[in-house]
């Protein structure tokens, strides 16, 4: 009985050091084998790197994570903030197109930022246009945005029109 454990552990710890030894070690693919120095540009004559590439960076979806090579290009992403470069709150996969304390958001819908940075809703409201609304009892915004009650007399109760 302890043998079969004991060997079980074994195999399971070659095969985690294994799996560690893998992902530290660059493949032959990334870079083509040539590496560069700290503070070179890889880039190709005649080539030329506009901005819009800066922002259309993806995260890496690896079931492994990032490693090495690649956290360079995330740490890029981070070093870019929409109080240095406003144009970054319009590009796809944004939150919003607008910069408010160093975040991409949107003041339309934002309960934070409601209509203009900084304008907070209470615990009991939603952000409608850029307007702090009741969702619960606002007939035009009856239990979210936009949601009218048709009816001439319903009321808005509890987020549903003509309750009870």
């Known amino acids: 009985m302890k043998y079969p454990r004991k060997s079980f552990l074994m195999v399971l710890l070659i095969a985690v050091a294994a799996f560690n030894a893998a992902s530290a070690t660059p493949s032959s693919s990334q870079g083509g084998g040539s590496y560069l120095a700290y503070g070179e540009e890889d880039d190709v ?15 890496p979806t690896s079931l ?3 490693g090495r090579l690649l956290a360079e290009a995330t740490s890029l992403r981070t070093a870019l903030t929409c109080n240095k470069y406003p144009r970054i709150c319009r590009a796809k996969g944004s939150p919003g197109p607008d910069c408010c304390n160093k975040k991409c958001v949107n003041v339309s819908t934002d309960r934070l930022n409601c209509g ?15 307007q702090c609304v009741n969702a619960m009892f606002d007939k035009k915004h009856c239990g979210g945005c936009n949601n009218k009650c048709k009816r001439k007399n319903s009321a808005c109760v509890y987020g549903m029109c003509s309750y009870a």
Do not use: N, V
């Not at 004559?45 to 995260?59: A, Q």
């Not at 203009?116 to 850029?130: A, F, Q, T, V």
């Open 116 to 130: 203009m940075c900084g304008h907070k809703c209470r615990y009991s409201e939603i952000c409608c246009k850029g």
């Open 45 to 59: 004559p005649g080539e030329t790197r506009d901005s819009s590439s800066l922002e259309t960076l993806e995260p």
């Open 64 to 66: 492994r994570g990032t």
